[in-house]
């Protein structure tokens, strides 16, 4: 945990300037867990109970918004039952304890967001928002138009009939096709059934655009924090 001095964390939690936290701690104001601080070097982390004049301080923890570019054979979870390597893994250095926004399967790669702002998971995963998502796949043999068409006008995988979607070729590679593929959805393997279900198998799955963010050329299981741009355009 980040151990920061007082007088920065009180001035990060808007109780005063530096200077003035400062002039707090010298008046004896400032307690940390029920002790009155007297000298300046004194250092907290959010383990701390801070007060002034015996009023707790609240700290908001920063919000963090990054972005991964996940390599196959990663989870997308926290944590995973099989003790397999999970996005977390990747994100180093990141005081705060942040979480995948949606999932990828464990051998799709691509971009997928981390954070601890709840509000900007919901709004990105709730089904009414209708974010789209694109992603690049090969997939075995050739599509005919009229299986292009059916997986646009959406279909049915297992008990769910899919929204419209987009399909594009992008590629003839030997006997397999390189595709660009857009849906709004996120259920479980739903571009892999989706494929599937027009006769085509999946054969490399990567993600490479969530609504107006791509992922551009990040490095496979490198990752970077949004820019204040991208954060709103989200929003
Ligand atoms: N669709 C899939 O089939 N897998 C993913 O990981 C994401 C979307």
Redesign the pocket.
Known sequence: MLEIRLQKFLAHAGIASRRKAEEMIKQGRVAVNNVIVENMGVTVSSNDVVTVDGVPVITEEKKVYIMLNKPVGFV?TSKDQFGRPTVIDLVKDVEMRIYPVG???Y??SGLILLTNDGDFTYRLTHPKHEIN?V?EAVISGFPKDNEIKRFEAGLKIEDYQTSPAKFLVLDKQGVNTLVRIT?HE?????????CEAIGHK?LT?K?IQIGPIALGNLPEGKWRHLSDNEIKTLY
């Open positions: 997308s999932r990828l399967d051998d799709t998502k992603y849906i996120g259920k479980n393997r739903q571009v892999r059934k989706m999946v799955l993600r």
